[in-house]
């Protein structure tokens, strides 16, 4: 199947600063990719749809100027977690889809991200 | 809109027992449907997946079933090894790609030696 690479893989930063993650597509071109965010023990939650070339799309309750998206190409798209704080702590996995109707995700390896 | 419910979990088996994690779901078309699995500390990898009705998915001793009268995508498995110890996601799409899958809960199984 496809290929969908998410780098890092662990993070820890301090309070206060930012983090960014990346998200690449290896063997197609993804028009829209998927951030989650997952709680431990928790299911996944949708934060927002990235679209290349356009501004993402948040779902409710999650912050967009905390979290920055952005997808300027087919095959990359960044999360930017902003002044992080402890609360930030999580796991985000992104994942993208093809473009044809009913076709499956493809999801990243996911990164673990400390703040302290 | 869509919908999807799996039995909450966590599941505890020992090995080489039989697995049965139920999964129902509400579509207003033919969506298809798939079953991810989520080792500890990783992404989602798709497991198996069923595109239309009567279709059976398998991967792994895995094997899911597209009933489209019980609008149900059970996950089965024969005999389950300590390596099965994950979380299993169903999920579903009727819908082009650059809208997201739609998910279940999650599972949680544990396998024991």
């Known amino acids: 199947g496809a290929v969908v690479s998410q780098h890092p893989s662990r993070v820890i930063c301090k309070s206060g600063t930012s983090v960014k993650i990346e998200c690449r597509s290896l063997?197609?071109?993804?028009?829209?990719m998927f951030w989650y965010r997952q709680f431990p023990k928790q299911s996944l939650m949708l934060m927002a749809t990235?679209?290349?070339?356009?501004?993402?799309?948040?779902e409710q309750g999650v912050e967009k100027d905390k979290f920055l998206i952005n997808h300027a190409s087919l095959t990359l798209s960044t999360l930017t977690v902003t002044s992080a704080h402890p609360e930030d702590s999580s796991f985000y996995i992104c994942?993208?889809?093809?473009?044809?109707?009913?076709?499956?995700?493809?999801f990243g390896q996911g990164t673990r991200l400390t703040v302290v | 809109g869509d919908s999807v419910t799996q039995m909450e979990g966590p599941v505890t088996l020992s090995e080489e027992a039989f697995l049965t994690i139920n999964c129902t779901y509400t579509?207003?078309?033919?969506?298809?449907l798939f079953w991810y699995v989520q080792y500890p500390g990783e992404g989602l990898q798709l497991l198996l997946k069923?595109?239309?009705?009567?279709d059976k998915g398998s991967n792994k001793g895995f094997e899911a079933t597209y009933r489209k009268e019980t609008t149900s995508f059970h996950l089965e498995k024969g005999s389950v090894q300590v390596s099965d110890s994950a979380v299993y996601f169903c999920?579903?799409?009727?819908?082009?790609?650059?809208?997201?899958?739609?998910f279940g809960k999650g599972t949680r199984l544990s396998v024991i030696a």
């Open positions: 994942s993208a889809r093809d473009r044809g109707l009913y076709t499956e995700a493809f």
């Open positions: 063997d197609f071109q993804a028009t829209t």
């Open positions: 990235s679209n290349e070339g356009s501004k993402a799309t948040y």
């Open positions: 579509a207003t078309g033919y969506p298809s």
């Open positions: 069923a595109t239309k009705a009567d």
């Open positions: 999920a579903l799409t009727e819908r082009a790609g650059n809208t997201p899958l739609v």
